[in-house]
């Protein structure tokens, strides 16, 4: 039976369905993490962790160097609130090119007898545009930039859409109205409106810079919807005060960018509706479900995926250092004990690899003393049995 802890309580619905198999919150040498936002940086991984789940796209509240050496998988959520974003990106395009936010504070401190002779001559200081035939750049068109591109095209926008890293996979999610432009400048000069989806990493923290936003077309609209630190908080400060960027709305607010009239923040709500954080936790829930019971991995964000179909009695993985020799010495190993090995797997990612071997046979009386030969194997982080 598997102990699974979960945080800012998300998750209770999505683990209805094992609760013949899962227990919650019952011990604090839980085999499974299902968490949202609580911070783990500051916190002891206990030896059992063998799996963390974060219900949503970001991990940054994960220590992933801390999680893998304590043989720990860590996987994301990816795609389970994009469709939240994607709403509320559409409805800040909508509410952006009507001037809205300035028309509804206006109509909040204006008020008495003669409020209808004065709106019809202020009004025309709210007067915007319509968004057919305005150009859309979309700044990378995964799992939430895709559904945005598409809906803007609906609308009947132009649509730009620059990602270098496009799957096969997810270019099949792509209208075929969008155009797709070969690099990162070809789609920031023609737009009016820029929407930044991309994952924050170290290529992109900073993307969109003040050689970016130089280039762009005067009176220019500007979304960070992504992550913080994507787009160039100062520099697009100095691009406002130049007039070059005409508003700017983000989820993430700083000091510079308070009590101004030409930025609107948000506070971190773009994947904040209760769709999303539902089909988050079932999501999360499913990836925790299948990694301890195949080992199977798919959207770690430490691991290498690596998907094999569990058709023998026994499995072994392995979670290692990618380095020489490693597969040989863990066949080896398992040839002097006389077991047969039916299949093995192995992948890498960066530092870390990934083996999964299955086995047509193993006594029980020689599990125990299987995985502690496996792991004494030097640069092995955990090793698992797990039957079928």
Do not use: C
Not at 6 to 33: E, P, V, W
Not at 78 to 106: C, T
Not at 148 to 156: D, I, Q
């Amino acid at each position: 039976m598997y102990q699974v802890k979960t945080y800012n309580a998300i998750a209770q619905a999505g683990l209805d369905r094992f609760s013949d198999n899962y227990q919650i919150n019952k011990t604090d040498d839980a085999d499974a993490y299902l968490i949202r936002s609580v911070n783990l940086h500051d916190q002891d991984f206990p030896k059992n962790l063998k799996v963390i789940a974060r219900a949503g796209a970001g991990f940054n509240n994960i220590p992933l160097d801390k999680a893998t050496a304590n043989g720990t998988a860590v996987f994301n959520t990816p795609g389970s609130n994009a469709n939240a974003v994607k709403e509320l990106i559409i409805a800040l395009l909508i509410a952006s090119s009507r001037n809205l936010f300035a028309a509804a504070d206006y109509a909040a401190h204006n008020s008495g007898a003669d409020i209808s002779l004065r709106t019809e001559k202020d009004k025309t200081k709210f007067k915007g545009t319509e968004l057919i035939g305005r150009t859309l750049a979309v700044i990378g068109v995964g799992h939430v930039g895709s559904l945005v591109a598409n809906a803007a095209s609906a609308l009947g926008m132009k649509v730009i859409g620059y990602d270098p890293y496009l799957s096969a996979d997810a270019a099949w999610h792509i209208s075929t109205t969008i155009t797709r432009a070969k690099t990162l400048g070809d789609a920031l000069q023609q737009a009016d409106y820029v929407t930044v989806h991309v994952p924050k990493n170290e290529e992109t923290t900073g993307l969109i810079g003040s050689e970016q936003m130089a280039i762009m077309k005067d009176g220019v609209k500007l979304f960070n919807y992504s992550r913080d630190g994507i787009v160039d908080n100062a520099a697009a400060v100095d691009y406002l005060d130049a007039r070059k960027i005409r508003t700017y709305y983000t989820d993430f607010g700083e000091n510079n960018l308070l009590n101004r009239d030409d930025v609107v923040v948000t506070p971190h709500i773009g994947g904040s509706t209760l769709e999303a954080e539902a089909n988050g936790a079932t999501q999360g829930a499913n990836t925790i479900m299948t990694y301890l019971e195949t080992g199977n991995i798919e959207n770690s964000v430490n691991l290498p995926n690596l998907q094999v179909p569990f058709n023998t009695p026994y499995r072994l993985t392995l979670i290692h250092k990618n380095i020489p020799n490693m597969v040989g010495q863990i066949a080896t190993l398992l040839a002097d004990a006389g077991i047969n090995i039916e299949s093995i797997s192995n992948a890498a990612r960066k530092e870390v690899a990934y083996t999964i071997v299955d086995l047509d046979n193993l006594k029980n009386e020689e599990q125990h003393q299987l995985v502690e030969r496996l792991a004494q194997i030097d640069a092995v982080y955990r090793v698992r049995v797990l039957q079928k």
